[in-house]
């Protein structure tokens, strides 16, 4: 499904155009997808573990918009910044983000669940006003918008590689997974049953933003996935992550390998930014499932209040995607 | 465990002052007193929840600090009011976490073993595989003690077990915890607003005043018209039931 038609029969046979477009752009491209698909939702799902708050994921715990500004000080300090010191940059920066951003709510302790992910918004446009501000300023704005909307479409051989740290993050997240599910159920719970709660919940935070990161140095922000896949396998399959790590990461890739074919195939020849597709059925998915719980189960006030808190969000997080 | 000495400062204010006890093994201790008096941050010392600023806590001969995290947890569990859980776990895995300290994340034939007797001596078999935040507050409370009879430790440390429940649930909950203590013998210390429960239900009161231990005896030491007048500033008379020594205030 591109530009050029590719067949397996002739690939299979040899073809030795093909099979060079097949290595150099189109399997990348996938492989970048399903390692972003199961790295955002991965991600999403144990954020949302340790704070244990529903809303809290990537996009609306500043993780995504402190990669950006890394990525734009790699830019700016080292104009003739590799991928690799690009990513150290972004690492670095996303790590901080979320820490302080956690360690922000740890402090408050707010009483209502929305205000976390809304505080979450704030802090990450603020920092992505300060990204906007210094690109203007420097004129790089041109080069920033490649990691502001995500999208596949630069994808090749050479230049994607990084997303590959996402598998072994993701292992290492399934290994851990017990300690984060007891982190989420509180310090005090943590404590009686001997796991150390700072060090697993920041080094889980860690992983998160680490995943992220590699993928918005690769692919670009690219929002909902880390809120909404974990919240629907939830829903079939509880919070046990031990039990969900599997299903939400295998969903996650689906979701983004079927919202890639649907922005390929709307303009073809040309193509859509995944961004703007996540967006858009990201925030239908999402509405859905706050209706579903409005009618289904004792929680509905719960989440009812909760849900209109993050519809008002959403506009917000549009907005910074758009500009 | 025997504490000496133990003094907590919050903000230059002192909420624990000097308090001394030792708790006598296998039996049930509840803490009283009024608000703010410090039994809850006493509570969170020697569970080691909260750190203490002087004095010392020894359980089973060593300072309660220089316990490994995870060996204290296979011997002293604690529940705070604070678990309001809002995950979708059920009532099994919850169970299982039990057995962490233990096993970590292998859970053995013989972990199951022990986390099928806790749920059997709940008598939560019928919700094992229900989520908890479906449950009702009794049902929840009876999950978490069913984790901590999991975790098999001699001691059980619990913070306000009855609180926001009903009378049946309360009641239910205290039975549980005398049968803690006379069928598994552990060491069950407990805080309680509710006098009567703690006199009934226990063996010792420990009453606290100001950040001070009043009196620490057995219910019948405490539980006078002199002693509870003086901690709780209002008028008692003390009716003896069943054999137990109960108040009424007014």
């Known amino acids: ?323 | 465990m025997h504490v000496q000495e133990l003094t907590k400062q919050y903000d230059g204010k002192t909420v624990v002052d000097g308090v001394s006890f030792a708790i006598p093994k296998g039996k049930v201790i509840s803490l009283i007193g009024p608000n703010g008096a410090g039994k809850s941050t006493v509570m969170g010392m020697i569970s080691r929840l909260i750190a203490h600023d002087s004095g010392l806590i020894d359980f089973e001969g060593k300072d309660i600090g220089k316990w490994k995290s995870k060996e204290l947890s296979k011997r002293l569990a604690i529940l705070t009011q604070s678990n309001n859980i809002q995950m979708k776990l059920t009532v099994r895995e919850l169970v299982t976490f039990g057995r962490f300290p233990y096993s970590g994340n292998r859970v053995t034939p013989e972990d199951q073993k022990i986390i099928d007797r806790a749920i059997h001596y709940m008598e939560l078999e019928e919700f094992q595989d229900r989520f908890i935040d479906e449950l009702s507050g009794g049902q929840r409370q009876r999950a978490l003690i069913a984790m901590v009879i999991a975790q098999d430790t001699e001691y059980v440390l619990l913070d306000e077990p009855t609180n926001n429940l009903d009378i049946y649930h309360a009641t239910n909950m205290m039975k549980i915890v005398r049968r803690l203590c006379d069928e598994l013998g552990k060491t069950v210390i407990l805080v309680l607003h509710e006098i009567n429960y703690a006199a009934f239900y226990s063996d010792y009161i420990c009453a606290f005043k100001d950040g001070k231990i009043a009196k620490f005896g057995t219910v019948e030491e405490v539980m006078t018209k002199e002693n509870l007048s003086q901690i709780y500033q209002v008028d008692f008379e003390i009716l003896t039931i069943a054999g137990k020594p109960l108040s009424i205030y007014y």
């Open chain 1, 1 to 323: 499904m591109g530009v050029i038609d590719l067949t397996p029969g002739e690939l299979l046979a040899g073809n030795f155009e093909q099979l060079e477009i097949f290595l150099i752009s189109r399997l990348p491209r996938l492989l970048a997808i399903l390692c972003t698909g199961i790295g955002m939702s991965v991600a999403g799902l144990i954020m949302q573990q340790l704070c244990s708050n529903k809303f809290v994921s990537p996009t609306t715990g500043a993780t995504i918009s402190s990669a950006q500004f890394g990525i734009l000080l790699a830019l700016l300090f080292m104009p003739a910044s590799t991928l690799w010191s690009r990513a150290i940059f972004a690492f670095a920066t996303a790590i901080l983000g979320t820490w302080i951003f956690v360690w922000f709510i740890q402090r408050i302790q707010f009483k209502d669940v929305v205000m976390v992910p809304l505080v979450g918004i704030m802090f990450g446009n603020v920092i992505g006003g300060i990204t906007n501000y210094l690109a203007y300023k420097y004129e790089m704005t041109q080069a920033l918008s490649s990691w502001l909307v995500g999208h596949f479409s630069l994808v090749l051989k050479g230049r994607y590689e990084i997303v590959w740290l996402t598998v072994p993050l993701v292992v290492l997240a399934f290994l851990f997974a017990n300690h984060f599910n007891i982190v989420g159920l509180g310090k005090d719970f943590s404590k009686n049953l001997g796991v150390p709660y700072n060090l697993v919940l920041f080094s889980g935070l860690t992983i998160a933003a680490m995943i992220t990161a590699s993928i918005v140095v690769v692919v670009g922000s690219i929002s909902y996935i880390g809120l909404i896949v974990p919240n629907v396998v939830a829903m079939y399959k509880g919070d046990k992550i031990r039990g969900t790590l599997v299903d939400t990461a295998l969903f996650g890739a689906i979701f983004v390998l079927v919202c890639d074919m649907i922005g390929r195939i709307v303009i073809a020849p040309y193509e859509l930014p995944i961004e703007l597709i996540v967006g858009i059925l990201g925030s239908l998915i999402f509405i859905g499932l706050l209706f579903y719980r409005l009618k289904h189960g004792r929680k509905a006030i719960r989440l009812g209040s909760a849900g209109t808190g993050c519809c008002s969000a959403m506009p917000n997080l549009k907005g910074g995607a758009d500009q």
